[in-house]
């Protein structure tokens, strides 16, 4: 795992998260751990149901209420996250963490001008009058790149693009000036080519700003642009961890294999490989490796015990037993092979 | 809207005066005397020939008839008007204080939701919602008058200071309102639950607000859209209580009037005050329309386009 340094701002240790449901104790998140650096993107990729949005409501506070943190830590400078009441919380959202949702159609109050939705977190975080709240706010439209910020101040919701919408999450997310951005899905209710200015956008402001980012996604393809670190979740836990390099050109997981070789890309003319079956059910989940049923390279210890995280590198590691000494020698699909070789030049 | 108006008064004159019995029917009055009476009255020719009359007399004239047996020669339109002020009162007042704290109640219901709180809210929210206003009343006027007299048993019309007057409309008032309090404090109940969990009130959350500011700002105005629905019903529900609780605390207005001139058979009166209540109900949904508009900026923008 990788080193702590000074300037980690936000540390999640062996985060526990599980939901109370009819059936039992629902384990969402199993054991999380992962640290972000001033200035870094750090993206957790997964299916649906992995646990990424649940790790990312539990650090803003907003987790449902039938859900338990059962164990773990979330330092953020000094303060333990997941101990802080509700009172503590208004001092972190907005004004220290920003999120932006996945689905900026229904995030945003359907009656409530866009202008007094941005100027309402002015008003919180800043205390500043109404003049200067509306100043600041249409700079901020602005800044997001919303044409006309004077007359889209006055203007709901339902007068704008989904695209237009997502500018003004993040509008709202960055008034309280912030220094991590969450950013839970931000494209994925988008049209392909929305998608791609909003990215640019949030890499943008990113650097403006110098913010620390936390993306969660499901599409690996997204992430290798964003992202300097990539964590790949699965069952409530994280499988494989390193640099986007590490994880987009050395994989080491099955899982990350499966995922990566699922991906389409302009060259490959070989059938796309689809992971068979489902995510397991979380009230019970497996005893060995969480992915070990979907999994044609498990071993019979995958089934039993639960593979450690192995290191790789310094800053790459998999929890799988294929990397373990003695496991026997695995490569990964051709497909990915392929690709992985012709866009490093077969120099990796 | 004037249609609607049409509608009600032919309905309301075909079916009251459909009715059998003699507008004149009284063994001290002689048959020949009937007779002049029902002639000048047109009484005597068909009864299309009387819509006609009837129509015409309201159009043209705004004459809706003379009262032959509750306030025999003395014209309708008069009696009503002097009845109007204490039943508008009372039926605006009850909505006045039904509405906030309905609302109230409801908020504070959805946020403590399936709390002790919550609960007790809903078991009464039931009682109350089941219980016509007529059996509140008189429930009040036994307890809050007769065994602890807090309050004066019957409205007082001829109290001098509006506090006086007002003190002896409360009990009316409570009896109109505990049925409507209950109804909008369920709805919204309902409502707002749903609204808590949308998106947009985490957004609001993740602003930094607190999550009353977050109710208040973001979630009770989204929430009164589906309630000005509800307050359509309870409005002509309030109106209709009214009818027999104006009677219980003797309130001169128009509830009782409508009763003593169903009994007495005073048909014009009680035509006239038929459509004086229809004309009462319609000016409520209007205005409830119009103040969708002024809640839900998609209505009002959304129409213009």
Redo the contacts between chains.
């Keep these: 795992m990788p080193t702590d340094s000074n300037d980690t701002i936000l540390k999640v240790t062996d985060l526990t998260i599980s939901f109370k449901a009819y059936g039992g104790m629902v384990q969402a998140v199993r054991g999380v751990s992962f640290d972000l650096k001033r200035g870094e993107t750090v993206a957790i990729v997964g299916e649906s149901g992995s646990g990424k949005s649940v790790t990312i409501k539990a650090i803003?506070g907003?987790l449902p209420g039938n859900a338990v943190i059962e164990g773990g830590a979330i330092d953020y400078h000094g303060t333990d996250l997941t101990k802080l009441n509700?009172e503590g919380f208004?001092?972190?959202?907005?004004?220290r963490i920003?999120?932006i949702?996945q689905?900026p159609l229904?995030?945003?109050?359907?009656?409530?001008?866009i202008g007094k939705q941005i100027t309402?977190?002015l008003h919180?975080?800043k205390k500043l009058s109404t003049a200067d709240a509306k100043t600041q706010a249409i700079e901020l439209m602005r800044s997001v790149g919303i044409p006309e910020p004077e007359r889209r101040f006055n203007q709901?919701p339902?007068?704008f693009s989904g695209g237009m919408r997502q500018r003004i999450?993040i509008a709202?997310?960055l008034?309280?000036d912030p220094e991590i951005l969450i950013c839970d899905e931000p494209t994925t209710a988008l049209d392909v080519t929305v998608q791609a200015k909003i990215l640019d956008l949030i890499n943008q402001i990113k650097k403006e700003r110098n913010l620390s980012v936390i993306f969660i996604m499901h599409d690996l393809g997204v992430v290798a642009n964003m992202a300097q670190r990539v964590n790949v979740m699965y069952a409530g836990k994280i499988l494989e961890s390193g640099t986007a390099e590490d994880v987009f050109f050395r994989p080491a997981h099955p899982y990350t294999w499966a995922l990566l070789s699922s991906i389409p890309d302009m060259q490959t003319k070989e059938k796309l490989l689809a992971i068979p079956g489902t995510p397991p059910n979380m009230i019970h989940p497996p005893k060995g490796d969480a992915f070990a049923v979907r999994n044609k390279y498990a071993l019979k210890l995958d089934f039993e015990r639960e593979p450690p995280p192995i290191r790789i590198s310094d800053t790459h590691w998999a929890a799988t037993w294929l990397l373990h000494p003695k496991a026997p020698k695995v490569d990964m699909p051709e497909i990915l092979r392929h690709r992985i070789n012709r866009m490093t030049g077969g120099v990796v | 809207m004037l249609l609607t108006l049409f509608l009600v008064m032919s309905l309301s004159f075909w079916i009251i005066r459909l009715m059998p019995k003699s507008i004149f029917e009284n063994p001290e009055v002689s048959p020949e005397i009937q007779r002049l009476l029902e002639a000048e009255m047109h009484l005597d020719k068909p009864m299309v020939v009387q819509y006609y009359y009837f129509l015409k007399g309201i159009v043209l004239h705004g004459d809706f008839g003379t009262s032959v047996k509750v306030r025999p020669g003395m014209d309708v339109f008069r009696i009503i008007s002097t009845r109007i002020p204490p039943t508008v009162m009372l039926n605006v007042l009850a909505l006045l204080v039904s509405m906030p704290l309905g609302f109230i109640l409801g908020t504070i219901a959805a946020l403590r939701r399936n709390k002790p709180t919550d609960v007790v809210m809903s078991f009464l929210i039931v009682l109350f919602i089941s219980i016509p206003s007529f059996v509140f009343a008189s429930a009040l006027q036994y307890f809050l008058t007769f065994k602890i007299p807090i309050f004066p048993t019957l409205y007082d019309s001829t109290a001098l200071t509006l506090g006086a007057k007002l003190n002896s409309l409360v009990l009316p008032i409570t009896a109109l309102a505990l049925g409507p309090i209950a109804t909008i404090a369920r709805y919204l109940r309902g409502e707002l639950i749903e609204t808590l969990s949308s998106e947009y009130l985490l957004l609001a959350r993740t602003k930094g607000l607190t999550r009353a500011q977050a109710t208040v700002r973001h979630a009770l105005r989204n929430s009164l859209v589906p309630i000005a629905n509800t307050i359509i019903p309870m409005i002509t529900g309030i109106i209709g209580g009214s009818l027999v609780v104006e009677r219980m605390y003797s309130i001169p207005g128009m509830g009782g009037q409508l009763v003593d001139s169903i009994l007495a058979g005073d048909h014009f009166l009680t035509v006239a005050l038929l459509i004086f209540y229809s004309a009462i109900s319609l000016i409520t949904i209007l205005i409830v329309d119009v103040s969708y508009g002024i809640i839900d900026p998609r209505i009002r923008i959304g129409g213009r386009q």
């Design positions: 803003m907003i509700e208004h001092e972190i959202r907005g004004k920003g999120l949702f689905d229904s995030a945003l109050n359907p009656i409530m001008k309402e977190v919180l975080t709901y339902f007068q999450v709202i997310a008034a309280g």
